[in-house]
């Protein structure tokens, strides 16, 4: 296995399988690939909220994504 695949939502459990693909990835001398999926949310004319662009919500899970990696 060469490379690892870790899904984040930046949960509790989300750190515990990243915890658990480092421990792997060293047995296995493997890189990690961590990845974030973010989704734009749907738009209604019912319920009135600031909306953000696309490339504000891509930025903040841009320094969520480095945060997490710091960390």
């Given at each position: 296995?060469?490379?690892?695949?870790?899904?984040?939502?930046?949960?509790?459990?989300?750190?515990?399988?990243?915890?658990?693909?480092?421990?792997?990835?060293?047995?296995?001398?493997?890189k990690?690939?961590?990845?974030?999926?973010?989704?734009?949310?749907?738009?209604?004319?019912?319920?009135?909220?600031?909306?953000?662009?696309?490339?504000?919500?891509?930025?903040?899970?841009?320094?969520?994504?480095?945060?997490?990696?710091?960390?």
């Amino acid at each position: 296995m060469k490379t690892i695949l870790v899904p984040t939502d930046f949960s509790g459990c989300a750190d515990n399988a990243l915890n658990f693909a480092k421990g792997l990835a060293t047995k296995l001398n493997s890189k990690i690939i961590l990845h974030h999926s973010c989704h734009l949310p749907a738009f209604t004319m019912q319920v009135p909220f600031e909306q953000l662009s696309e490339e504000e919500l891509l930025a903040e899970a841009m320094n969520n994504i480095k945060e997490y990696i710091d960390k």
